[in-house]
């Protein structure tokens, strides 16, 4: 196997969730040949930690690393050949399967064809909220981070095109059944199975925990807009009786949160303990924000941001309904009243203070 694509922690959460289940219907060994991480604004938040913690132990997997030696992923893990993997007892035929985020990697799948001679099979996990655009929200988003036409649309056409006709499973945590989108218990699996092994049980805190996104670093929002926005939402959690914390995108500056309650960001927002245990979340449109209510059941509340309306309204049409089924309209937090009666009502009576 071949895993390509990750530009995050949460990208190999999702990767292992699909190993863990290829384990579990396979029964012989399992090497993945892993490409590595790319950067993000300049920043790579993915350390080889978060591969030890995020992808499965098992005796029968290996990880090889791109350019470093390989890493056993069990007690008995051993180097072995990349890009295979198990397939049934006894049996000697191979399954050379690309792993990819998002969409398939077009040069990692043409390395793969050229090397191997015959067409891998190409399984696809999440991104985030971008996997559920459409090829104007993929280009939009290039645009976003500093792309520059023709590039960032002839880019979504010619990856909406290689995702129609290569993929041939998406391992998705959402699906739409019938107008009506539901989580796929087998891919949510991953968040419950990291969560088991991290203090997730602590007692719930009176924290109003934030899931910043990196507008200021994209331009998008100036660092005194922003932090106007985060000063009138703490106003509003202390109407409500509960303390604003911030947990910051891995892709931000370090310390800019300081002026609040700044958490720590070493794993995925959805494995915090000390997210998982805040009275409730907040954000924009955020990945995280929606896995932790959808996936994680945890109180979540969108908030307006001024400067991002443009980006609210060039949602995709599905993007859009996966939002609204899992979380409630965005509120502005200029009208303190209502957000603080909302935080009222979604941390519940045994959360605030008077």
């Known amino acids: 196997m071949t895993l390509a694509g990750v530009r995050s922690a949460t990208h190999l959460l999702h990767a292992g969730g699909y190993l863990r289940h290829l ?11 892993y490409l590595g991480s790319g950067t993000f604004l300049g920043r790579d938040p993915v350390r080889d930690e978060h ?15 791109a350019g470093g030696p390989a890493v056993p992923a069990g007690p008995a893990g051993r180097a072995g050949r990349a890009g295979r993997a198990g397939a049934g007892a006894g049996a000697r035929e191979e399954r050379r399967i690309l792993l990819s985020v998002g969409t398939p990697g077009i040069k990692p799948y043409l390395r793969l064809l050229a ?10 996990v999440d991104e985030g909220i971008g996997t559920y655009g459409d090829w104007r929200t993929r280009r939009d988003a290039w645009r976003r981070q500093g792309g520059r036409e023709p590039w960032p649309t002839v880019r979504s056409l010619a990856v909406t095109a290689a995702s129609r006709l290569l993929t041939d499973h998406r ?16 891919v949510a699996a991953a968040f419950a199975a990291s969560v088991a092994g991290l203090a997730a049980t602590s007692s719930p805190s009176r924290l109003a925990v934030y899931l910043t996104q990196p507008w200021v670093e994209m331009g998008l929002v100036p660092a005194e807009a922003f932090e106007g926005h985060l000063r009138q939402v703490a106003q509003a959690c202390t109407d409500a009786g509960l303390e604003l914390a911030v947990r910051p995108h891995p892709a931000e500056r370090g310390g800019r949160y300081a002026a609040w309650h700044e958490l720590g960001r070493d794993q995925p ?15 924009t449109d955020s990945t995280a924000l929606l896995n932790l209510a959808a996936v994680q059941g945890r109180p979540a509340l969108r908030v307006s941001v001024p400067q991002l309306r443009h980006l ?9 309904a996966l939002l609204d089924t899992f979380l409630p309209t965005p509120l502005d937090p200029r009208q303190r009243d209502v ?16």
């Open 51 to 65: 591969l030890h913690t995020l992808l499965p132990h098992d005796a029968r997997l290996t990880l090889r690393v």
């Open 312 to 320: 609210e309204q060039g949602l995709g049409r599905r993007q859009r």
């Open 171 to 186: 391992w998705a945590l959402y699906e739409d059944v019938g107008g009506t989108w539901r989580v796929v218990p087998e």
């Open 269 to 283: 927002a959805e494995l915090d303990s000390a997210v998982l245990a805040a009275a409730v979340v907040l954000g």
């Open 339 to 354: 957000l603080a009666t909302a935080l009222r009502s979604a941390a519940g009576p045994g959360q605030v203070s008077n």
């Open 23 to 33: 384990l579990a219907t396979t029964t012989g060994s399992v090497v993945v040949d």
């Open 115 to 124: 090397r191997e001679r015959s067409r891998p099979e190409v399984v696809v």
